[in-house]
């Protein structure tokens, strides 16, 4: 069983840039959430997605925005990076019912200069 | 939202029990009360989830006050491996869906 992967693993990106993270999910596994780590704080929520739709999202503005494929892995997208935008990021996969476990990857850790 | 309150950090030594607190006074009555913890470079790992009564799987125990106004994750004989940022979260779901983790206890264990 392949657990949850993430790519790539580290990233820099100049303010302004787009960037793009890459997610695929546990074997069987329909959900995917993204979370924000910034250093030493605890992952914050960004969005859910399930069955290809966004289902809950945080308090992230639209420049964040998401995909999932029919193939359950994900992408995370982010706009106009800006320097607050360095962190480690997430990604989480799971069953539908949420109060399953949540099986999380190693993270994308991204710096913005 | 509701949110969770934990110790900034805790110290155990090596197999002993580890009481890893947490606060919860504005839970809801559908929210579960799960347990993540972080190893460091790592992503959280799930510890256990419970929603009224207390709960043991092969890692910990979770205990639930009556009123779910705090829990308490409670590992049996605490190893080396176990030093990690704890978190308590509350997970909402139904149309407004959120997830939100506290700030973490950060374990230390003591050879």
């Known amino acids: 069983e392949t657990g949850v992967t993430q790519s790539p693993t580290h990233l820099i990106k100049t303010r302004g840039q787009q960037v793009t993270l890459r997610c695929s999910s546990q074997?069987?596994?329909?959900?995917v959430s993204w979370y924000q780590q910034a250093l030493g704080q605890g992952p914050q929520f960004i969005f859910q997605?399930?069955?290809?739709?966004?289902?809950g999202r945080g308090n992230f503005p639209p420049r964040f925005s998401g995909l999932q494929f029919p193939n359950y892995s994900s992408e995370l997208n982010v706009n106009a990076l800006e320097l607050d935008d360095s962190a480690l990021y997430l990604c989480?996969?799971?069953?539908?019912?949420?109060?399953?476990?949540?099986?999380f990857g190693p993270g994308t850790r991204l710096t913005v200069l | 939202d509701a949110k969770t309150t934990q110790p900034n950090s805790m110290e155990s030594n090596e197999e002993e029990p580890v009481h890893l607190p947490c606060n919860h006074s504005?839970?809801?009555?559908?929210?579960?009360i799960h347990w993540y913890r972080q190893l460091p470079s790592q992503g959280p790992e799930y510890v256990i989830h419970?929603?009224?009564s207390n709960v043991n799987n092969r890692m910990a125990s979770l205990a639930i006050a009556e009123d779910r106004k705090s829990s308490t994750l409670i590992l049996h004989r605490a190893t080396l491996r176990d030093a990690a940022v704890y978190y308590c979260?509350?997970?909402?779901?139904?149309?407004?869906?959120?997830?939100?983790f506290g700030k973490g206890t950060l374990l230390t264990v003591n050879p």
């Open positions: 989480a996969s799971s069953l539908r019912d949420f109060y399953n476990e949540q099986f």
């Open positions: 074997s069987g596994h329909n959900t």
């Open positions: 997605y399930y069955r290809e739709e966004e289902n």
């Open positions: 504005t839970i809801s009555g559908t929210d579960y």
């Open positions: 419970g929603l009224t």
């Open positions: 979260i509350l997970a909402s779901g139904g149309s407004n869906y959120k997830l939100t």
